[in-house]
């Protein structure tokens, strides 16, 4: 990437934001054509279903995009670690997934320490908690567990689905990301692990006392399906 100060740089970080207000608008309609429909009352509601799911993937894309210019440090996104309650991380993730789970049947099930504070970036780490359910909701057959804990001085969080499990390629890919070496993997199509590099880079931007965070994939947990792990020092 080049310059983050450059005039060109600041132009597509300005339009990527733009597009995310636009979907999210787009988004926000969706949901509140759902939430006064039913799939007894409004044939077209499986299709609305599916345009929320898709606006959800690419606002996702959009976010990673964001990122790199946290990453980078453009002035107008810079990167802010804040203390924050973790359950209003998991509250802020629940209202934005909750017309999409609904509409597909799915329940999400929280498991949260109510009085853990931990230092993180906000507006990232929702963005890559909010991706890992869009991604679950992919595999899971009708529910979803959001968990957080701190664990030898880590925040872990978790998300897990009670589905098949991920299927061997998306772990190996997801082996690849973490390592450094994804070429383009798409976390929600299992082609390319574009989605699983960008939880890693927000994850390793979190640092403390020499330690960075992580991301993981693995199958089993609590539900039996898929787990997406987040450790944050």
């Known amino acids: 990437m080049e310059d983050p100060h450059s005039p060109l740089s600041m132009f597509l970080a300005s339009t990527a934001h733009d597009m995310k207000n636009s979907i999210s608008v787009l988004s926000g309609t969706l949901e509140r054509l759902l939430d006064d429909a039913s799939p007894e009352t409004e044939k077209a509601y499986p299709q609305m279903a599916q345009m929320l799911y898709q606006t959800r ?39 934005l997934e909750r017309v999409l789970l609904e ?7 929280l498991d949260i320490d109510p009085e853990l504070v931990w230092h993180f970036d906000e507006d990232l780490i929702v963005g890559v908690v909010s991706h890992a359910v869009n991604n679950a909701v992919h ?3 009708d529910r979803i567990l959001l968990g957080a804990r701190e664990r030898d001085g880590w925040l872990e969080i978790r998300v897990e689905d009670n589905g098949a499990g991920f299927p061997a390629a998306l772990l190996e890919a997801g082996g690849a990301a973490m390592n450094g070496m994804a070429s383009g ?7 390319a692990g574009l989605g699983l590099h960008f939880s890693r880079e927000v994850a390793r931007m979190h640092r403390h006392r020499e330690r960075s965070g992580a991301v993981r994939l693995e199958n089993g947990g609590r539900l039996g399906g898929g787990c997406f792990i987040l450790t944050l020092p």
Not at 63 to 78: E, I, N, R, W
């Open 57 to 95: 993937r690419l606002n996702d894309s959009l976010m990673q995009l964001l990122a790199l210019y946290k990453h980078v440090g453009t002035p107008a996104y810079p990167f802010d670690v804040q203390p924050l309650e973790v359950g209003q991380l998991a509250e802020q993730v629940v209202a």
């Open 103 to 109: 509409s597909r049947g799915i329940g999400l099930e």
């Open 139 to 141: 595999y899971t057959r």
């Open 185 to 191: 993997v798409n976390f929600l199509t299992n082609s």
